[in-house]
């Protein structure tokens, strides 16, 4: 099952896109689309949305899990982040991918076994499920993947009975 993991926001959208059997996960793709703070909003969230929808032609995914906001430190910030889940959720529905949405609280807890863990202990856990020795610099890239990744935990039944 391919699974598109997708970390919002206005600058910088991660992405991953995963292959899990029931039991191994195989890292297919990742990147980031990046966008330009001198072009409107409008612009931007035009770009997110084509990059998204080239992602979903190119890759095919079977469903996608998505970061939910619901809570945020930077008012300043909020908005934009919502605006581009906005265009992120009408691609995927465009391609009829169903999606599922985790808090970061939510991802943390699922790979960790803690939801206020730090940075490292997420990426260090994203390492060992992937089974990789080395991930991208963008931080957006590696939560995208722990997005996905706690997706295939969160219904592991679902895996289950699919592998059997």
Do not use: W
């Not at 084509?50 to 469903?63: A, F, Q, V």
């Not at 939801?115 to 856990?125: D, P, Y």
């Amino acid at each position: 099952m391919k699974i598109l993991g997708i970390d919002p926001g206005m600058a910088i959208v991660g992405y991953s896109v995963l292959d899990f059997d029931g039991a191994d996960f195989a890292l297919l793709h990742s990147g980031s689309i990046k966008t330009d703070a001198s072009l409107s909003d409008s612009k931007r969230l035009l770009e997110i949305f084509n990059d998204m929808c080239t992602i979903i032609e190119r890759y095919k995914p079977d469903i996608a899990s998505v970061e939910k906001l619901f809570f945020f430190k930077n008012q300043k910030t909020i908005i934009p982040v919502a605006e581009a889940r906005g265009v992120i959720m009408t691609a995927l529905e465009k391609y009829s991918v169903p999606s599922f949405e985790y808090t970061p609280m939510e991802v943390k807890q699922t790979l960790t076994g803690y939801g206020r863990a730090e940075k490292k202990e997420v990426e260090q856990m994203v390492k060992l499920t992937l089974n990789v020795q080395t991930l991208p610099k963008l931080d957006d890239t590696i939560d995208s993947m722990a997005i996905a990744i706690c997706h295939t935990r969160q219904h592991k039944e679902i895996y289950e009975q699919a592998v059997n």
